[in-house]
């Protein structure tokens, strides 16, 4: 399977982005991607009051591109996420902030609505997602067109190893990160977790990452990336929007699985997981 991943430099001009994702999306296609993920807030990204005003619903524009395109090109496109705006009678008014897996088919195969909120204080910032956003409570396996799974996340849930073992056993063979890290965390932290959850769960890992300057005071690191199940690097975008390939052999995980099969080892009934 050769999969891409895309990096943008997203704003709140929902029509420059969709045009970016568009051209981004069909470049990696004519390398020959089967599997193309785009970054997180792909459709919108800069003051979080901001982009909740642009959110959508699931059946709005942004959606029906990913699905019309999906069918057009023959592809598996996982559409980052974006802003997934509430039902006229939801009792909670702020966003989701949601991932979908379009087939080939341009049938929508999975949601996935990102469960840990970025509450945080990084580089003299503060960040505080669950103001604005609804954080899911489900991680979600899906499959592409040839039946390979993948274990569906979003940016910081990066940083919670036990959803991605989850998805690993549940059949997840391939785990898709897309993210807008910040660019302080990125420089120290986005490679090392990329590759520490491939090893551990000795799978592939796409993540597609946003890049450069979206708003006065919000950037994000870039470095969109691949790795192999032993944690190899196999594509790395430089900081400026493009996408990256790589070709994923299926069979060589295999052969790590067989060789040093830790998922075989676990003994969970000694680990007492504590709440």
Not at 112 to 131: A, C, L, N
Not at 188 to 213: D, K, M, S, T, Y
């Amino acid at each position: 399977m050769r999969a891409a991943v895309i990096q943008l430099t997203s704003t709140t001009d929902v029509a420059r982005n969709v045009a970016a994702a568009d051209r981004h999306v069909r470049a990696a296609a004519a390398d020959g991607a089967q599997l193309v993920l785009l970054p997180e807030k792909w459709t919108a990204y800069g003051p979080a009051r901001e982009v909740a005003a642009l959110a959508q619903p699931l059946d709005g524009e942004a959606v029906a591109w990913a699905r019309a395109t999906a069918r057009e090109l023959g592809i598996d496109l996982v559409a980052g996420s974006m802003a997934e705006a509430p039902a006229a009678d939801d009792a909670d008014a702020r966003t989701r902030n949601t991932s979908v897996h379009v087939g080939p088919d341009g049938e929508l195969r999975a949601t996935y609505r990102k469960i840990h909120p970025f509450d945080v204080d990084v580089d003299g910032t503060s960040y505080r997602e669950s103001e604005h956003e609804r954080p899911g409570d489900e991680a979600v396996l899906t499959t592409a067109a040839d039946g390979t799974g993948l274990g569906m996340s979003v940016c910081y849930d990066l940083r919670f190893p036990e959803l991605y073992r989850v998805l690993t056993l549940r059949g997840a063979r391939i785990l898709l990160v897309p993210s807008a890290f910040t660019l302080a965390t990125t420089r120290e932290h986005w490679e090392p977790l990329l590759r520490a959850r491939a090893i551990e769960n000795q799978c592939f890992v796409l993540a597609a990452n946003q890049v450069g300057e979206h708003a006065p005071g919000l950037r994000t690191g870039g470095r969109s990336t691949i790795v192999d199940p032993w944690g190899v690097v196999l594509a790395q975008q430089p900081d400026r929007e493009g996408h990256v390939l790589a070709d994923l052999d299926l069979d060589g995980q295999d052969r790590i699985r067989r060789d040093l099969p830790v998922l075989h080892h676990r003994r969970p009934h000694a680990y007492a997981w504590p709440t």
